[in-house]
Structures are given as C-alpha cells and as structure tokens.
C-alpha cells in the first residue's frame, strides 16, 4: 500500500528498523499519522508471493503511530493517546468495556511494534485478538456471534492487558451503559475456557 513514497504492506512499518525511533526522526511520517487504508482479508500479509485469502472482506486499517513508550505486541488492544486521537496510540487497553482504538496488526512479527513506529491498526473487518491469560470462564469463553469489550488490566503495560471478554449485561446502569457502546464487534470463532492467550478472529467494528 503506497503511504508518500513509501510501499507500506501490512506486517511492515514506516521504518523497519526493529528498534525504537526517537521523535526527532520521525520527520514526514508524522504527515500520515490517522491514514485509512482497506486491506484484502489475508491470513498471511506477505510482501512478495502469493496470499491466501482467509475471507472474501476487507480490512480498514488506520495508520497511527505507537508513542506508547513500549514495544507493542500484535493482535491486541490499544487506547488512543490523549491529545492525538486517531493517530497515535497509548499502550494497551487496560479497563472493562472502555473505548478502544483498534487492533494491533496481527501480521507484525512476533518481536513486536517499537515505540515510535508506525503500524497499521484494524478498525473494521476480521483479525485476530489475544484472549485473556486467565481460566475463566467468564472471561474466555464464548460463542461464535458474542459481542467482546475490552478486558481489565493492572496497567496499560501489562501482559494481561489489550485482551477481549464477552460483553457483560448485567452490571449497572453506567456499566452496563459502557458494554454496550464500547463493544469492539462480534466473534467469529468460539472460544472455550480453556483457550487461554489464544487467538480470536473477531469481526471488528470502530469505524
């Protein structure tokens, strides 16, 4: 996907370095920072060769930078950073049913989104989201079609936090309120309680 004068495919960032990038070099990606873009639904975002469709969709994606201070792992949850909505993202969502800014690409390597990269966040279609670490039923366990919010967290840092439950509809007015707008969309594949930190593939919704 041509971004100025770069090709910037999914799986790849703006710079590619692997290391962090200091806001002095950040330079004109900063001009692309909130740039939507739509994605075939591949299941492998290979730069050369051929793709396999997982899906006759689309994927929107944005391009946003991560000023989040960590490295950031693929297919998780992320909080739009105060002050840069829609551009940068703040670290993993960390709070039950709270706004989320999207998922992180779940075709970036293993070794994860340095600070100050760009990436191209999932807003809308099918990818793939880390369930919760726990054995919970209630928290990691559901049918294909349940509608998923944003997971609790001891931070925005942690390695439980950017994870998916069902959405809850039982709590109070403000919380109930919460689950029902802050909704990321719907999943695709069940889910058992015994699945833990595994992958999901969700219809996602936040456009």
Known sequence: MDIG???IP????WFNTGAAVAEANWGESARYEGT?????DHTVAATYGPKELR???DVVCRLVRNASGITLSPKRLVNWKAGYRLKRVDG???TTACEVAGVTDEHFPSSGIPDGEMFWLAVKGHTLVKTSRAASAAETAWSAGARLVA???ATSQAVTAGRISPIDLTGATETLANQILNNIGKAVSAITSGQTDSDCLVEVDLL
């Open 151 to 153: 997971l609790t967290a």
């Open 5 to 7: 004068h770069k090709k």
């Open 92 to 94: 993993y969502t960390r």
């Open 10 to 13: 999914r799986g790849t960032g």
């Open 55 to 57: 899906s006759p969709g």
């Open 36 to 40: 939507l873009r739509t994605f075939a």
